[in-house]
């Protein structure tokens, strides 16, 4: 595919402008790597966590939440293989010194940003150490988590024993990892603070086929749900030599992204090396056995979302422009169940006090059911709008004079303009049901 | 107030056996100041944090809510003087070397652990420092956030030019912060990682006395709420000597834990001071001003709540013993809204098929509806209902013969005991309407 720079920053300056997504530490010129959501970003990621949790754990019988902690002592990480092996090549510049993921250049010779000469490739660990505990000389280095998989297998024994589950069964997970990229780029693709949404299905290994189809389903099934273009979808099976050195199959879903196709989720067959290195570097039983059966150590198979990617997809799919009325607008085809507002409710006109105060009327009705609805009142109609349409709310309601005389109320549709009129006390169960 | 170690003992031991709260890293020991939260905690952490955003964001109009990042660089800490001054007093033992907060120690002579002479007082940083980058001897030192107010006042002028909001208004956000406590203890209490949930609220100088006591009865309001025993909840005005160095009047809210009467909430009024650090740090210009106006620096009150400390102090007012037909039982007093499992389905009888399938049935309408509800059929009801009190599940129903000859199921109460017959097509409603 070809790569659209022009999306991209038209998304970027999008979420800047309408209060979506900021740098982090902005006012001090950025920290690379970070970002920070604002008022709209908060909600629209809120809703796609709720989205993913709905999806992947509370409309099953057979997942388990956790939340552990992102500080995790280096043992975990020794045992994990992290601390020797989560590493990416990089090369310096012996000119300008600045450094470069080798296996993100074209040519290793010479320096992309001053054509001096590369260095050798060196591994470079992308875990961030913690200094734990006040007693110098004796700190324990402990580490921010570079996954939070390894937060499922250290409880996998604390599940089993206090919630007795029977294979197959997950632990899921939504929270922040933390990797020490050596260039971060592409807005939140690629960044060394986010969060991921995970599980980690555990399994009998002469099933794991069975399941890794499973959950392969599943998730076209949420990429469809949280409004991910699927057209933009693609999987990729990937190879021998190029799967991480614990999975024994890996189908990693592309996405095609402005700045080209790169990874959206993963789902991994992950075997039972990881409860198998825990068992090795903790000394604890990690086996599982239902009644008269041989102890064993389960199989696992790991569906992984990124959520600052998911995010980024459902902006690119939701990203549109058209024309409307004779004027080019822009807006973003959310569904309505990610939406960070609902729906916006406004007076015809602001300057007619009987008009104003039906709406707010109609506004805390809408909002004590929804709570993700905005009166809004600056400019004229058309304007609000465009306002609305360009941070993807689904539903304008307008409140005019038919409303005085009990016509009920304008819904006006985001991707059509169209209106409708509806009577106040059906407004409810009408956002409620309306497809969107 | 005399301690009850016994208490807090009991509820540590529910926590880890019923599956709310782990130690952190735990089959390698644990990690000193770090817990990770189990299925039940998980749900139940997740229901606190809604229930307050609901509370202090979504039902307001004048709240915008954020999610910055847990990473922000040394600028931002160097301004808001966290650099120099976020330290904690430290004695150290010459002779067996053991580290001790001074403020918390009756006498500072001799080390509690050894008898040995303790050393100078000392300041320890209690920010822990993370190296950003990959470029050696150029590594940019970052921190992670020791507290959450930064990445509120930091993103004040991006919310401003974005959403254009008007004083008084707030930012809020949910999120990590950390601390390299000195001794991290008391189970939640002083912890190395936790969650905070906090609002900076920005108003006209003038006006801080009565937002002071604005946000004072709104957080009563949410210590009820919640579900905090408001007789173990005590203010205690901060004295000139005691508040932070950008404090001007602060209140905690302390509460009565098993292990003594410490701080569970804080409202400080925070003046200019962080806006005006940041406007010299940055030189970014974070003032206001409405039509006609001369553009001013807003003050801050700033109501503050810990997430794990919220946790404890709820289970410590839920936490029950009585006696229920003749024996000992223990039982959560969790409100219906933040309890890990609304409710319990079971059938009478596990090995009468067309009850297990009516309970079934029962379960999957309920379980669509409210999502946290479980499918019980282990050992038989009295001990499915010891079982439920324990977790706080508010309510446990059975599917019984009658239940087959349209007779309705049987709903029991936690609290009491009481079981009242309830129509399968009315459970929807009786549920969302009962008080609990």
């Known amino acids: 595919m070809s790569t659209n720079p022009e999306k991209l920053e038209a998304i970027v300056s999008l979420a800047k402008r309408r209060g979506f997504i900021f740098p982090g530490s902005d006012i001090y010129g950025g920290l690379a790597g970070t970002w920070d959501y604002g008022p709209l970003g908060t909600e629209l990621s809120h809703n796609i966590k709720e989205l993913w949790w709905k999806h992947f754990v509370t409309e099953r019988e057979d997942m388990y939440g956790i939340s552990t902690a992102t500080i995790m002592s280096e043992a975990v990480w020794r045992a994990s293989g992290h601390l020797s092996g989560f590493t990416d090549p990089m090369v310096e510049c012996s000119k300008c010194h600045h450094r470069f993921r080798a296996d993100h250049l074209d040519d290793t010779k010479k320096c992309p940003d001053c054509g001096g000469e590369l260095g050798e490739e060196k591994n470079f660990n992308l875990l961030f150490p913690v200094p734990m505990g006040s007693v110098e000389g004796n700190t324990s280095t402990a580490y921010l988590r570079g996954e939070i998989a390894q937060g499922m297998f250290v409880n996998f024994k604390n599940v089993l024993d206090t919630m007795r589950p029977k294979l197959p069964f997950g632990l899921a997970q939504i929270g922040k990892a933390y990797r020490n990229e050596i260039a971060p780029r592409d ?29 392969r389903k599943e998730m076209w099934r949420f990429i469809d749900r949280v409004g991910i273009d699927r057209e933009s979808v693609h999987e990729l099976e990937v190879g021998d030599g190029d799967r991480a050195h614990y999975s024994k199959r890996t189908i990693d879903f592309e996405f095609d992204y402005p700045f ?19 068992i ?57 169940e990610i939406a960070p507002v609902l729906c916006a409710v406004s007076p015809l006109l602001k300057n007619k006090p009987e008009l104003v105060m039906k709406a707010r009327e109609v506004y805390a009705m809408l909002k004590k059911e929804f709570g993700r609805v905005v009166f809004d009142d600056n400019g004229n109609v058309g304007k609000r709008y465009r306002r609305q349409d360009e941070i993807g709310t689904p539903f304008c309601i307008v409140v005019d004079f038919e409303t005085l005389e009990g016509q009920g109320v304008t819904v006006r549709m985001r991707d059509t303009g169209e209106q409708e009129r509806v009577d106040v006390e059906n407004l409810n169960t009408y956002l409620k049901n309306k497809t969107y």
Not at 196 to 203: A, V
Not at 262 to 274: C, F, W
């Open 187 to 215: 807005f939140l693709f690629r960044v060394r603070e986010f969060d991921l949404m995970e599980l980690e299905y555990f399994i009998r290994e002469n099933s794991w086929e069975e399941h890794f189809e499973m959950w």
């Open 260 to 278: 080209g196709r790169k990874e959206l989720y993963g789902l991994a067959y992950r075997t039972d090396y990881d409860l198998k290195k825990h």
């Open 280 to 336: 090795e570097g903790s000394g604890v039983d990690l086996m599982y056995a239902e009644e008269g059966e041989e102890r064993f150590v389960p199989h696992v198979i790991e569906p992984s979302c990124g959520h600052g990617r998911t995010m980024l997809a459902v902006l690119c799919s939701a990203y549109a422009e058209d024309e409307m009325n004779g004027e080019k607008r822009v807006y973003l085809k959310l569904s309505k």
